[in-house]
């Protein structure tokens, strides 16, 4: 059985074929208005240039859509890069401000330590005409200083909070002052008259014999505000000028 194929001559050459085929790339009602022109009415020479113009506006188009990506990509990445620095920050302050809540109080050096503290629940209050009240750590075996003498003392000043606000033992070095004549609060120069060398008390200062215009707070230390009671512990260590007796 014989097949018989049959060959259409459209009479166009492959240039005149491929110029129809582009001319649907023109607009409805487009003219040619050369001498020249093909059966579909697009002039030769009108019809190379149109398509690499429709080649180089598709060429710019996706140039421009990658553009545009790159700059939604740029954006997408600025945006989550601050977004994650804002996280990393956010997390590292609070990490801070976590384990700065979680530290313990800062070991500030005392004169009465834990036990201490313990023993002292047990110890009697005295109570003097002024107001002053005290309670003995330990009773010093050396003499008291006479009024105007100079004397040698560590304190450790608190709030009734026990907040420190002022300590001999932070800044390492023993208060040297002379003792009755107005050089400290009316309520330290009251509670050391009394002590003898070597003993350590506790003074619980109440507001008429403290700070009468009160002490600004500082970095890491309390306000004490005017007439408020405060407490000191003090030691009393030596008295320039008076020798302990020897037994």
Avoid: H, W
């Avoid at 954006?75 to 590292?92: E, Q, V």
């Amino acid at each position: 059985m014989t097949s018989n194929i049959t060959t259409f001559n459209l009479g166009y050459d492959m240039p005149t074929m491929a110029a129809s085929l582009s001319s649907l790339l023109l607009p409805l009602g487009s003219t040619c208005k050369s001498l020249s022109c093909n059966p579909q009415g697009i002039a030769a020479d009108r019809l190379r240039c149109l398509v690499p113009q429709y080649r180089r506006s598709m060429v710019k188009a996706k140039a421009s859509d990658t553009t545009e990506c790159a700059a939604m990509v740029n954006t997408n990445s600025r945006r989550d890069f601050l977004g994650l620095a804002l996280g990393i920050s956010s997390l590292f302050v609070g990490s801070l401000e976590a384990k700065g809540a979680g530290l313990p109080p800062e070991d500030k050096p005392k004169l009465c330590d834990e036990a201490c503290e313990k023993e002292l629940e047990n110890v009697p209050m005295v109570t003097t005409e002024s107001g002053l009240q005290y309670k003995d750590i330990k009773v010093g075996q050396g003499p008291s200083p006479p009024v105007g003498f100079q004397v040698a003392a560590n304190y450790v000043a608190m709030v009734p909070s026990g907040q420190v606000f002022d300590s001999s033992l932070e800044k390492g070095q023993i208060y040297i002052f002379r003792v009755g004549s107005g050089q400290v609060i009316k309520g330290l120069d009251e509670g050391l008259l009394s002590m003898k060398v070597g003993g350590k008390r506790r003074l619980y200062i109440p507001g008429p014999l403290a700070f009468p215009k009160g002490l600004t707070s500082a970095p890491g230390r309390p306000r004490v505000a005017p007439n408020s009671p405060v407490i000191f512990d003090v030691s009393l260590e030596y008295i320039p000028g008076l020798e302990v007796d020897e037994e």
